[in-house]
DNA sequence: TTATTTTTTTGTAAATTTTACCTCAATTTA
DNA sequence: TAAATTGAGGTAAAATTTACAAAAAAATAA
């Protein structure tokens, strides 16, 4: 038998829930990873995915929404269970299981101040760092579940601002998809989806001729997918 | 501060982490669905997915294996993680996250004697009884689930026996999908996919005529998988 | 002001894949 | 041996995907 206090202070005696968030956000410069200088012992000094232990009365979900709102300042992050990670010795400091979640947020809403203060910085998806424990296999993990994502369902929306062009949606996919695609091509298909509302206004900032600057229309989406689309681009 | 005393019997005051099995099998009735009648309050008597806590020391993979093994009497049977429920109210009676597994088995295999003992039984899947806690949820995410991997990895051979005929194949894709499918461009599609390996023999067990059995050919898919095919029938 | 440069926008033909659809073959049983 | 049942196989039309190049718009340089 273990005594009271041994049970109190031995992190490997009980069952500990974790949530850890594969934050992916775009820009000009492509597909980033959001990720943490972990400021306490062990591993300190590392680079880790942000994350949390779930309180004994909170929700998973909610953990995570407030480990999104803690450092990135956002509400309403659309994010969505990745994979849970429950080998026994995952964590040598703690029995822990881990709940990951992948996050899409716009890159340009969240609050760089607080993201700094946290010490916890963006890295392009192309150079992820060595992370600690099995945060490394985590962001393969959600990387390929983002990219199957992207290819069902107009998740990738979620990464762009609410205004964008064709052009910039293009790269996001490329981003994801890791190769070129057919400027043409893909934007016959992205038309035929007839998801996106072209508006008056265009884009000047990223090219000399200017782009014309669409909104996805979430309702038409809606409708769409009731009568069974695909979004295989 | 709460007792030594409370913190020892109150199930809500630590973290448990279960594990439930959605246990899919198919035969010639159709594609079923393993379910167990609990036998101890709460809900005694009321029909549930098997599961188990996930001990301290315990992968939950193995604690998914364990289970699957004591009531089938299976081992090496095909799962893999459907979803984790985590909701701090999900069960009345523990503060528990469940990560839900789905299991596919040759129904044939199994032990029936094992599964009678254990007070299980076959469900055909268009007749799921009512379910304890959040078990329905689960089982219709898993079923889901199920879908959108049979569409793109041959998963459905896991349910079938070592030798099989097209229209067994076809009436599992039927199964799985719930709706007709067309057997000349069944035939032709999964023909074209070149994993199956045509045998000699004939089953004469469920038609006059008797179909020619096939293999399914692990190592060739394993290559087609690498130069990117992929499996929507 | 004109020429150059850069990026956006658009169409079409060929190839591939999916869909729709029916007849004959093999065997058992009445 | 006739009837009934289930398995096996092919083709044409439709839809989708792929490959590919030239013109339009605007800023900048000459």
Redesign the pocket.
Known sequence: MKSGYTDQYNTRNKMYVATDCIVFGFDEDGLKLLLFKRKVKPDEGKWSLIGSFVELEEDVDDAARRVLKEITGLEDVFFEQSYTYGKAERDPGYRCISIAQFALIRINDHDRELVKNYGASWHNIESVPQLVLDHDRMVRDAFQKLRDRARRRPIGFELLPEKF????LQQLYEAIYQRKL????F???V??LKVLEKLEE???T???????LYKFDHDNYLKLQESGI?F?I
């Open positions: 062009t064709i052009p910039q057919d400027s043409r091509n934007r016959k298909k038309i035929s265009k884009d000047k990223s090219s000399k001729r200017g782009a014309y695909n295989e």
